[in-house]
Structures are given as structure tokens and as C-alpha cells.
């Protein structure tokens, strides 16, 4: 995902003179090429998100469309009153993009591990937030974030599926994608978790039940039509998402239901409440925080039954 | 160009008295500790046009204590970017002169502030946005002794001389009273002057209250010297009204009856 946004960054730069990107001291020769063809275009403020957002708020209120980069936590919750107050209040074009969504860097520990973010980032006034389930949709969502005059949260994790599911499937922010159709049980889920949703369809398949998997790659604002139709098809939604189990999609899936007063019945696959002291690879803790393909096909028979 | 700016610096504290008054505000100490600093910047230092406030040649002025806005809102009625009558709304139920200063609909103001330690990385980034675009205005940002508790603050001053921003000015409001009690107290700042310094700033010290002294510090060409330039104004917080000087209760009560018609004597005479 993370070589998508700089593909499509890269492509943005090119086109427009008032696309700007700041990092804070990461990643590693990922921007070097960046950095060498547009230098009037790139920043590396140091270790310093504060900073960071404050810079990129005046950039912003100059005119330009900036990025903010940092891994996991340290582009949203370090800096998160500048977010709120400089930048979201100010309606400056900034995309803040974190690095390491969920358990990508699950190796590092609990400081690196991005498990409330979409939470904290959905309750910011007119913020949009976006964790792409595919390097495609990363791609997608750089360039149409970048053209949103008002803050947006990209969160990217890594790897991720490279192609659109059908050959001529649109990106929308806040239009969700219909990965898999299905008529027995809908699975929607945000992030690169995707994936393990991919995989519990297949077994599923094979077992005679038919699963509907949507990407929810926009939390906010959401698809909330996607949700009604897919919930009046099925009757049975499962969220999926490497994230805490407040304020993330299971929460805004279970207000769509409530507010439209929905028939369905619904089981949320998340993270539940704590902060993990232990560390081991995105596979590892997504199987050890029951958030896997297993525990998706757990609940779909529970559901079914 | 003294007289000038003496006058607005009293326009200016008698409405910030009148505004707290009114609203039964805060901060009118914080104010009145930076009048001087407010009238000196609209009348003899910034450029701008109060028909045009978003012209692009503009300086641009950022007050990061924004608890001290009355004396910004004050300002900009007297300098005509919207009618003085307006200020009577401030800290009123549904106005958008709050308390502390905010952007929305008010002309002239150009970034709202109140959480401390937040303007002078938006005024390092304009000036930065500046450069890059080969523009010649100029970027000030005032803000207070205690902010510079935080940390954020010293994040933009390391950023600001790395980057030769000399486009910037950092106004710093030295009345020696925080929100408690003095720095000295609470955490020391000294020696300020050389911190400033040392991280590669140019610093003049000035009496904050000297209208001459403010200007000829901050008319200084600073551009080409390559280092953003500090003015440390050494000022008195209350300044003007006997009895609010150097008394941090000021930083909290709101003048009424009595008290409030012998501040307002008071700085009608002018002592």
C-alpha cells in the first residue's frame, strides 16, 4: 500500500506544483526519489508531528495541498489538537497519511500498534477517514483525498491487493466496493484485513454458505446505502477490522442499523479493549486477537445457525 | 508614528476593559500586558488593507495567546475591519468573538489560537510557504512567557533557524506572571535570551511598552540575515491600570462597578 501512495504521489507532485509532503523522519529511502524531483515539494521536519501539523497547517492556509507522514500513532495521536484545531478547524487541505495501520507493525509493540486511531480520527469534525482494503484503493484514494479542501485521515498498512476487483470498479471516498457477491451473509470490513475476509468466503463457499464481501475502505463518511442494501439482502453482517472494538466500523455499521432501524442481525470482529503486551507478526496477533479468517467463519456459523 | 500607535494602544485597552466588562471575561491583565505590542504591529508595522484582509501582499499576524484576542478583535475594529460597535458582542451568547480569538467570520483575523504553543508552527509554515514562493511579506507570531512551557514552541524555533526562515518574528510577550504564578517559580525560562540564541535566532530585548523602542525592533530588516528574529518585550502584565499591574488575579477576575470605573479613569488619564 505504502508504494501505491507514493506512486500516486509521485504523479500528483508532477501534475501540481501545490501538492507538498512532510515527513516525520520516516521512511527510510522510500521518499528519496521524491525527495531528489521535487525538492521544493518534500520536507523531513524531524522528529518533531507537533511541528509537523503546525507547518503543514500554514503551508495549507498558503494554498498548497499538503501530506503529513508518520508511522502508526505518531501522525494522528501525537499531534492530535493540531490536527483538530489547526488544521480540521482551519479547513486546510492536508491528508494525513499513517503508516502501519492495526498490527502491521505488530513486531514493535504496543507504541507502534494503530488500534484506536480510526475511532479518534472518525470524531473530528468534518475529517474524512479512509483505511484502504487494497494497494489499488490506496492509489485511488491519494489522488481523490489530496483534491478535498478539509483534513482527511489515510490509514495504509502493507502489501495489499495490487488490482481493482472487476476491471472497471470506480474508486469513490465513501462509496464502498463490492468485492465478493453473496446472498447468505454479509462480511464488510476495513483495512488490509480484507484479506482474511477473502479467505473465510472461499472456505465458506465451500460449505454452502454464500458470503457478500465489501470493502469499507471509508469510515467516514459512510457508505450507509451499501450497509442498508447488504443488510436487507443477507440479514447477517459480520464487521471485520483491525482496530478496538469502540468508535471503529463495528461501531458505525451498528448506528447505521440502529438509525435506519434495520432487520439484521450483527456480529463485530474487532479488538477487544486492550493494548497488546505481546508482539509477534500482523498474522500472528490477528490469529491471536481472534480477528482471522477462523474466527470470521466462527461467527458466520454462529450467525447462520 | 509614536502618537499614532499611543493612541490605538489606549483605544485598544479601553475597549479590551469595556469587552471584559461586558462579558464578564477573563485575561484583561494578559491583554493590557500586550496593548502596546497590538498597536505598535497595526499601526506601525504590518501591511495590510481592512477591504481586502486576505490580499496576498498582506503580513500576516498570528496572536498564539490567544486568550489575549479582545485585544486583537480591538485592535482590527479600530482599524476598520469591521465597526468598533461589533466588540460589545464578545463573550455573548451566540457571538463569534470568543474568548479566546478565532477566525470564523471575524475579517482580519488570521488564524484562531487558545491551546498555548500551537501559532508559531502555523507561522513557521507560512513563512516557510513564504520563501518557497518568493514572496516578501513578513510573519509575526506573539505569544507568552509561559507558553514557551511547551514543547511544540521549541520544535518550530530549532525548524525555524535550520531553515533560514528571516521572514519570522516571535513576539514574546515577558510579563513574568503565568497562568499561577512567575516562570522563575513554575519553570524557569532563564537564560531565555541566549536559548533563543543558541538555537540560532536573532533576539533584541525591548521595554514592551516603549512604542519606539517596539518599532524600531521590529521595522529591522531582518530578510537576508538568514536567522528568524526574536523580540523579547519585557512588559508588565495589567499594565496601565494601577491596581491589575503585576496582580495575576487579573488574569482571572473581571472588572465591575467600582473597580471597573477606576480602571476605566484610569486609563483615560493615562498614568
Redesign the interface.
Known sequence: MRDAFVKQLTELAKKDESIFFITADLGFGVFDNFAERFPNQYLNVGVAEQNMVGIATGLGLEGRKVFTYSIANFATLRCLEQIRNDAAYHEVNLTVVASGGGFTYGGLGMSHHATEDISIMRSLPGVEVVAPCTAWETYEATKLLSQNQGVSYLRIEKGGIQIPPYPNTEFEVGKAIKMIEGSDISIIATGGIITECLKAEKILKDQGVSSEVISMHTIKPLDEDAIIASASLTKNIITVEEHNKYGGLGSAVAETIAKYNIDCRLSCISIDDVYSAIVGSQEYLRAHYKLDHHEIIKKAQALLQ | MSELSIGLAKKIRLHALEMTHLGKSSHIGSILSIADILAVLYENILQFDPRKPKLDTRDRFILSKGHSGAGVYAALAEKNFFLVDELKKHYSDGSIFSGHVS?KGVPGVE?????L??G???????????K??KKTHRVFNVMSDGECDE??NW??I??ASHHNLDNLVAIVDYNKLQSIYSPKLTLNLEPFRSKWESFGWSVVEVDGHDHAELTDALQAESSGSGKPLCVIAHTVKGKGVSFMENNNLWHYRTAQDEEYKDAKKELEDGI
Request: net charge negative; aromatic share 8%; charged share 5%.
Open positions: 477566525h488564524f484562531s489560537t487558545g491551546s504553543g500551537h508559531l508552527s502555523v507561522a513557521t509554515g507560512m513563512a516557510l510557504s513564504a518557497l514562493d514543547g511544540s520544535e518550530a530549532m525548524f
